[in-house]
């Protein structure tokens, strides 16, 4: 089991920056890829961003691409996601994912086995 924590959510004017951690722990050696999915009310789980633990190549929404940047501390087991000019359209709940095993795509929350329990963003228009 890897259990995780979201941080740094809050409530932001648009324009502004907000940076979201999510340190993991418990099996972390087990950890293929850590992602940022999102939802806001009444709609569905949005992947947001994704990482792969070992080589680092990340994946990003299109609608994020240029805004949002995903990073790793390995040493830390963390994951991190810096969103710079945030619109009010990207107001919801984030959440931290973990896959455990190897999947050729991560941009499903599917593919994600650990979950954390979510960080709520606002921004205000």
């Known amino acids: 089991q890897v259990h995780l924590v979201e941080s740094g959510g809050g409530l932001v004017q648009a324009g502004g920056s907000l940076r979201l951690s999510c340190p993991a722990s418990?099996?972390?050696?087990?950890?293929?890829?850590m992602g940022w999915f999102r939802q806001a009310p009444g709609k569905g789980r949005e992947f947001v961003a994704a990482?792969?633990?070992?080589?680092?190549?990340?994946y990003y929404a299109d609608s994020v691409k240029g805004r949002f940047t995903i990073s790793k501390d390995s040493a830390k087991n963390t994951v991190y996601l810096q969103m710079n000019s945030l619109k009010p359209e990207d107001t919801a709940l984030y959440y931290c994912?973990?896959?455990?095993?190897?999947?050729?795509?991560?941009?499903?929350?599917?593919?994600?086995?650990?979950w954390g329990q979510g960080t709520q963003v606002t921004v205000s228009s």
């Open positions: 990482i792969r633990w070992n080589y680092g190549s990340t």
């Open positions: 418990g099996h972390t050696f087990r950890i293929s890829a």
């Open positions: 994912a973990a896959a455990l095993s190897y999947q050729t795509d991560y941009t499903g929350p599917g593919k994600y086995d650990q």
